[in-house]
C-alpha cells in the first residue's frame, strides 16, 4: 500500500496538505540547509531535494515523499529563517517599503518509480514602509522567528503586506497549484482525495 510522507516540521505545509482528504504521515528531515547569496532558485530546489532524499534514506519502497523549501530574496540577497532578533530586525529593515520574491521549492519522490520531481514558485510580495517601532513590536510578538524573511504573510505579518503577485499559498510555503500538478504526476489526485497506483 502506497503511503504519503510530508518531509516537513513546518506547521504552516502540515496545515495546508490537511485540507485535502488524503491521508499522509509527517517525518521532518535533519537536512542541514546552508544559504548563501546565489540563485535563489537553483538554492531552493536543492534544498528541497536534500531534504526529501534526507527522509527516503529511512524509508521503503511504499512511499511517496513531499518536500519543500522557502526563501526570501532580494537584490540578489537571499534570507532563511532569522538566527536571531537583530538578523530578523535587519532582513525586516530591507523588504520595508520594498518588493521581494518568495520561491519555494517543491520535490515530489515516489520512491517505488524512483521518480524524483522537482518544481518551483515564486511570487512578488510588496511591503509597506516599516517604522523602527513596528518592526521592535513585530519581533515582539515571536513571529518572525521559525519564517524565511523573518514574517509570516498568514499572520500578523499580514499587517505589512499591501499586495501580492502569485500563489498566497507558496509564501506561506506550500504552493498548492504546483504541488497538484506534480502529484497527478505519479498519480495522486488531491481533488478526488485518493491515491491511484497503476
Ligand atoms: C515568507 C513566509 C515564510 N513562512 C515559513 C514557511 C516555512 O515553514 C518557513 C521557511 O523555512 P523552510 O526552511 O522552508 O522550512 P522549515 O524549516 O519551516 O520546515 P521544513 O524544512 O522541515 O519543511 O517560513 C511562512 O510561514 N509565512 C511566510 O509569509
Redesign the pocket.
Known amino acids: 500500500m502506497k503511503r504519503i510522507l510530508l518531509?516537513?516540521?513546518?506547521p504552516?505545509?502540515i496545515e495546508l496538505l490537511r485540507k485535502f482528504n488524503i491521508d499522509f504521515d509527517i517525518v521532518?528531515?535533519s537536512y542541514e540547509?546552508k544559504l548563501f547569496d546565489t540563485d535563489p532558485i537553483s538554492l531552493a530546489i536543492d534544498?528541497a531535494k536534500g531534504?526529501a532524499l534526507d527522509v527516503a534514506k529511512k524509508l521503503n519502497k511504499d512511499f511517496i515523499i513531499i518536500?519543500?523549501?522557502?526563501?526570501?530574496t532580494k537584490d540578489g540577497k537571499v534570507f532563511?529563517?532569522p538566527k536571531d532578533e537583530e538578523d530578523a530586525i535587519k532582513m525586516l529593515k530591507v523588504l520595508s517599503g520594498s518588493t521581494h520574491e518568495?520561491v519555494?521549492a517543491i520535490c515530489v519522490y515516489d520512491l517505488g518509480k524512483e521518480i524524483l520531481k522537482c518544481d518551483f514558485e515564486k511570487t512578488e510580495v510588496v511591503f509597506k514602509e516599516l517604522t523602527e517601532q513596528e518592526i521592535l513590536d513585530y519581533i515582539n510578538t515571536k513571529e518572525p522567528f521559525?519564517?524565511?524573511?523573518a514574517?509570516?504573510?498568514?499572520?500578523i505579518?499580514s499587517l505589512f503586506v499591501k499586495s501580492i503577485n502569485g500563489c498566497f499559498f507558496n509564501?506561506?510555503?506550500l504552493p498548492i497549484f504546483k504541488l497538484d500538478q506534480l502529484l497527478r504526476e505519479v498519480g495522486v489526485n488531491l481533488l478526488k482525495g485518493s491515491v491511484s497506483f497503476e
Open positions: 518531509a516537513s516540521s513546518s504552516r505545509r521532518p528531515s540547509e534544498m531534504k518536500s519543500a523549501d522557502t526563501i526570501v532563511g529563517k518568495v519555494t521559525d519564517k524565511a524573511g514574517y509570516a504573510i498568514q499572520g505579518g509564501v506561506v510555503g
